[in-house]
């Protein structure tokens, strides 16, 4: 491997380790402060915020410039450039809020939901605030410098659990998640500009440039946005709010263990392959490479969470949350099958195929939707969930079909570069399984808070051990390949070496 490569592959790592540990931390506020509010609140709370957010996304996404992309793909970025996204930004942020806002008392009518009005009001004062962040703090990500942004993340998610919790515990009301939501975008709005010093002017000297490239990605996060977003529209409108409420807790806790750790990748990728893009085998390595250590991390980790989601929300959300116990466990296996592809995003946009991410989002809605309409219409909010399923399966397909058009590596070549990870994940699940099935017949199924910390401090035990040795025995046994085991063993080989020299530099002071 040449030298930029190597000096390439480090910031790489390095800025995933710093994001990874950022997200890391942040998900750790997250999922506490979700468990907290949870033992606070009601999941009609959580189902009205919700409802709320999930309506304003959909306004941002109709409304989104891509600029910060954009700004990434531009090779020489001038102080103008920046200028006309924060200018771009600021207005857009503005017309959300205010138009937000003037809707609020239509949307609580529509809804028959007084407490909605006051809400989105809320909320559009958040969009306006979103709209003013520091444009240039891009910067850090074209360059391959995440370390402020992974403090800028670890800030914000400290603020908005801090105040979270403070207000629930005061007022035992919904106003929780909104306080520490406003409370979040307004500290991470004034650290951008303490982070990265910037003074910006209203230029829009450059907008077609940007748009330009952005358009296509925009329309793509349109489409995105509906995919995802509209099952929780669909629940809160003809389910109820108190349904709403535990399927969005139930999908903060599902995602957390396995998408929240491909999502820094998604962030440190994008401009790693856009250095790489001009030379497609080395693409084509660094993509197979990077989608063989996210399955291996990402696969068990979700699966695994579904594994321990009975004993996990008995402990940690108390008896009115059990019926979130099945969406943990399905949401948990729709996300397992994300992270077959979901390194196609900073590929694509590597390679400046937005009009293909958009026609990709596009089928994907096509195939999402109805299923998940039928499925909701025929078995309530467990058939929603196996609607979503099978368009999980759908969508992996979709997305590995576009990184074979991308690398041109076939679906099959795919499959096979994970394959240890799946009979290992396939033996985590088995060996699990057979513990529960134990336990539900045995001393432990008598309950009480004890016995469940006993059997999900087992379960984790055991899933992390049998995964781990059959990965390694899979890896022996295919003659210790690349993959992510050698790249576990150079970090590995790397920290013993730096430990190494540090002895013995302390050794001659």
């Known amino acids: 491997m040449n030298a930029p490569a190597q000096n390439i592959r480090g910031q790489i790592l390095r800025g995933s380790v710093w994001i990874s540990g950022a997200r890391v931390v942040a998900n750790a506020l997250s999922a506490l402060s979700t468990i907290v509010l949870a033992r606070l609140l009601l999941p009609s709370d959580f189902g009205l915020v919700g409802l709320a957010t999930s309506m304003l996304a959909v306004l941002q996404a109709f409304t989104e410039l891509s600029l910060s992309q954009a700004l990434i793909h531009t090779k020489d970025p001038t102080r103008d450039h920046y200028n006309t996204a924060w200018t771009l930004n600021v207005i857009r942020g503005s017309l959300i809020g205010i138009g937000f806002a003037a809707a609020a008392p239509l ?3 529509l809804y028959a939901e007084p407490r909605l009005e006051a809400v989105v009001v809320a909320l559009g004062i958040s969009a306006a605030l979103g709209g003013l962040q520091n444009p ?9 410098k995440f370390h402020q942004d992974a403090i800028l993340g670890i800030a914000a998610a400290l603020v908005n659990v801090c105040v979270s919790i403070g207000t629930a515990f005061v007022l035992r009301s919904y106003w929780a998640l909104i306080a520490g939501l406003l409370a979040g975008q307004a500290v991470s709005t004034v650290l951008s500009y303490i982070i990265f010093p910037f ?8 907008f077609r440039e940007l748009w330009q490239f952005s358009v296509w990605v925009s329309i793509s996060q349109i489409v995105n946005t509906l995919n995802y977003r509209f099952d929780q529209l669909l629940v809160g ?3 109820g709010r108190a349904e709403l409420g535990l399927y969005t807790v139930g999908g903060r806790l599902a995602v957390v263990p396995g998408q929240e750790l491909v999502r820094p990748l998604t962030s440190t990728l994008f401009p790693a392959f856009s250095i790489a893009g001009g ?12 989608q063989a250590v996210v399955t291996a991390v990402a696969l068990p980790t979700s699966v695994g969470f579904g594994l321990i989601a009975d004993p996990f929300v008995r402990i940690a959300l108390g008896p009115k949350w059990l019926e979130v116990i099945p969406i943990i466990q399905l949401l948990a296996f729709i996300f397992s099958l994300d992270t077959l592809g979901s390194l196609v995003f900073p590929l694509a946009m590597a390679k400046g195929e937005t009009k293909s991410l958009f026609l990709r989002n596009s089928l994907k809605l096509a195939v999402r939707v109805p299923l998940i309409v039928v499925g909701m219409a025929a078995g309530g909010l467990t058939g929603l969930l196996v609607g979503r399923a099978i368009a999980g399966f759908i969508g992996v397909a979709v997305d590995m079909t576009m990184v074979t058009r991308l690398t041109d590596l076939t679906i099959a070549t795919q499959l096979r570069a994970n394959i240890r990870s799946f009979v290992a994940t396939g033996a985590m699940i088995v060996a699990c ?3 529960n099935h134990f336990v539900a017949g045995g001393h432990f199924a008598a309950g009480g808070t004890v016995n469940l910390v006993v059997q999900l401090a087992g379960t984790i035990a055991l899933g992390v051990v049998t995964y781990l040795a059959v990965t390694l025995a899979c890896w022996q046994l295919a003659g210790r390949p690349e993959g992510p085991e050698s790249e576990a063993l150079d970090i590995g080989r790397g920290v013993v070496r730096r430990l190494a020299g540090w002895k013995r530099l302390r050794a001659q002071m």
Do not use: S, W
């Open 107 to 109: 949307l609580a009518h």
């Open 136 to 144: 240039k703090l891009i910067m850090l990500q074209k360059n391959l």
């Open 199 to 206: 003074r910006p002017a209203l230029r829009v000297k450059h």
């Open 237 to 239: 409108t003809f389910l």
């Open 279 to 290: 030379d497609k085998e080395r693409l084509r390595r660094a993509y197979q490479r990077v």
């Open 433 to 435: 399984m057979c513990l």
